[in-house]
Structure formats: C-alpha cells, structure tokens
C-alpha cells in the first residue's frame, strides 16, 4: 500500500468523532489504487480561520483564481468535518510523485473504474457527502468531502467546544 505521511499527519487534525473513520476510509482507499506510481492525499482536512480568509481572498484581493465561496468559520474544514483529497501521480517513476491530478475518469490501476469514483465510493460507504451540489444539481468542488453530521456551519459556530476546540457534537 502507498501510504502518504501528510495525510496520515491531517487524519489527526479532523474532528476528534472522524478520525477512526478517516482512518479506515483512507486505508479502503488505498487498498483500491493498486497502481504505485499513484498516492491519495488528504490536501485539507483542518482548516485554520486565518486559512480560510486568506483562500477566500485569493481572487478577490489577492492574486490567483477564486477556490472557495465562503470566509471563516463558513466552511465545514474549519470544524475539522471536511476533507479535499488529490492524486499524487510519480510521473517518471521514482518515487518522488511530482504531479497533482484532480482528474475524475482517470482509471491510473487499469481496473476499469475511475480512480476518482472509487474514492467517491468509499467516502460515500461511510456516510460522507461528495462535493457541493449547485443549485441546477450538479457537482462542483469534486475534490471535496464532508460530514457535517446533520449540522449547518452557522450551527456549527455556536456550539461548545472541547479541550481541542473542536465543537461538542451530540
């Protein structure tokens, strides 16, 4: 199995009722991209107020290409209740894995499904949303998942929190 460090480093910053199921979707996962020369990493679980702001800016007041739709304390990473994963992809064979792929109908193990779709398959298994559905009822944001546990981030925001500062979840 290819195991990435980062990601194994990020399954420690989701929220603290996650992390067991992070742990094991991610080990399905890798399980089903047999391909070595491919890697599933966690580019986000956690994300820091400061974080967020600054990738809401990016776009708007700062340059790059506009990522998110929501400031702080609107995005369900800031709860440590959302993942963004990406394909690592060791192009030359030598394990240093220098390129991203976000691309959803590359099958990269030959086995006849997308790569992508079954990482989707197995975050759905264990209850997690895939992307964010539009208003026409289209996906958008493909790499990202959450599970918000039946709570909206506004909700999120007023909740107790624990000694980690994760909100209490009952």
Request: charged share 25%; glycine share 8%.
């Amino acid at each position: 199995m290819n195991k990435d460090k980062t990601t194994l480093k990020r399954i420690n910053t989701a929220h603290p009722f996650l992390r067991g199921a992070l742990l094991c979707i991610y080990m399905e996962c890798i399980a089903l991209l047999t391909n070595p020369r491919v890697k599933l990493r966690f580019s986000w679980v956690l994300r820091t107020p400061e974080e967020q702001d600054a990738l809401y800016a990016q776009g708007r007041t700062t340059p790059g290409t506009i990522v998110t739709w929501v400031k702080a304390w609107g995005s369900f990473h800031n709860y440590g209740l959302a993942v963004d994963i990406v394909l690592l992809i060791d192009e030359d064979g030598n394990g240093s894995f220098e390129a991203a792929s976000w691309d959803v109908v590359k099958d990269w193990d030959g086995d006849g499904v997308p790569d992508w779709s079954e990482v989707v398959k197995v975050f759905k298994k264990y209850g997690w949303d895939w992307g964010i559905v539009n208003r026409a009822g289209k996906h958008i944001d493909l790499p990202h998942f959450q599970r918000p546990f039946g709570y909206s981030t506004s909700e999120l925001k007023k909740l107790p929190r624990d000694s980690e500062g994760y909100p209490v979840l009952t």
